[in-house]
T-cell receptor, first 116, second 108 residues
Framework: EAGVAQSPRYKIIEKRQSVAFWCNPI?????LYWYQQILGQGPKLLIQ????????DSQLPKDRFSAERLKGVDSTLKIQPAKLEDSAVYLC??????????????FGQGTRLTVV | TQLLEQSPQFLSIQEGENLTVYCNSS?????LQWYRQEPGEGPVLLVT?????EVKKLKRLTFQFGDARKDSSLHITAAQPGDTGLYLC????????FGKGTKLSVKP
């Protein structure tokens, strides 16, 4: 079974530039998460989709971050414009369905973003 | 606001020692999960606990869910260098949030 695919693996941009990350979840998984992970810390939930609807985006800095999940499958996360403090690893995860008792989240390898 | 607090934040021990990592919250969660993350990789699920008071064992790892479903612990017996990694506690209330993690280093 193919895992969660993310691209690119690494990205270096200058501050005030734009960047986009792509995620392809495991086939059949209804729930998709985007997390931001600062070096050495736990992942911070940015946005959660159930199919193509947003379930939780309370921690998403909406003035610069946006995300969409077209047709309830692939998803993109965009930052525009980027700031130095956005340097982090952006993890995508998917699960069969959120809210059920034993919902395991499967993670991609992440995209390491460096803003200079 | 949901919040999961993990302690300790860092732990450096010798091979063969035992250790316990804690995960606490003021919120009740429908389930708590423990993940382990290695450098350059995404977290991987170790266990899910659902019932208050539940204890699960995975080889040398023992996981416990508090009676009130607000806290959990992970105990490792006779730690090995292969146990080195970032241990994350994740809580679910329809979403999935994480604590800041415990970075464990086991030295040979």
């Amino acid at each position: 079974e193919a895992g969660v695919a993310q691209s690119p693996r690494y990205k270096i941009i200058e501050k005030r530039q734009s960047v986009a990350f792509w995620c392809n979840p495991i086939s059949g998984h209804a729930t998709l998460y985007w997390y931001q992970q600062i070096l050495g810390q736990g992942p911070k939930l940015l946005i959660q989709f159930q199919n193509n609807g947003v379930v939780d985006d309370s921690q998403l800095p909406k003035d610069r971050f946006s995300a969409e999940r077209l047709k309830g499958v692939d998803s993109t996360l965009k930052i525009q414009p980027a700031k130095l403090e956005d340097s982090a690893v952006y993890l995508c995860a998917s699960s069969l369905m959120a809210g059920s008792m034993n919902t395991e989240a499967f993670f991609g390898q992440g995209t390491r973003l460096t803003v200079v | 606001t949901q919040l999961l607090e993990q302690s300790p934040q860092f732990l450096s021990i010798q091979e063969g020692e035992n250790l316990t990592v804690y995960c606490n919250s003021s919120s009740v969660f429908s389930s708590l999960q423990w993940y382990r993350q290695e450098p350059g990789e995404g977290p991987v699920l170790l266990v899910t606990v659902v019932t208050g008071g539940e204890v699960k064992k995975l080889k040398r790892l023992t996981f416990q869910f508090g009676d009130a479903r607000k806290d959990s612990s992970l105990h490792i017996t006779a730690a090995q260098p292969g146990d080195t990694g970032l241990y994350l506690c994740g809580g679910s209330q329809g979403n999935l949030i994480f604590g800041k993690g415990t970075k464990l280093s086991v030295k040979p």
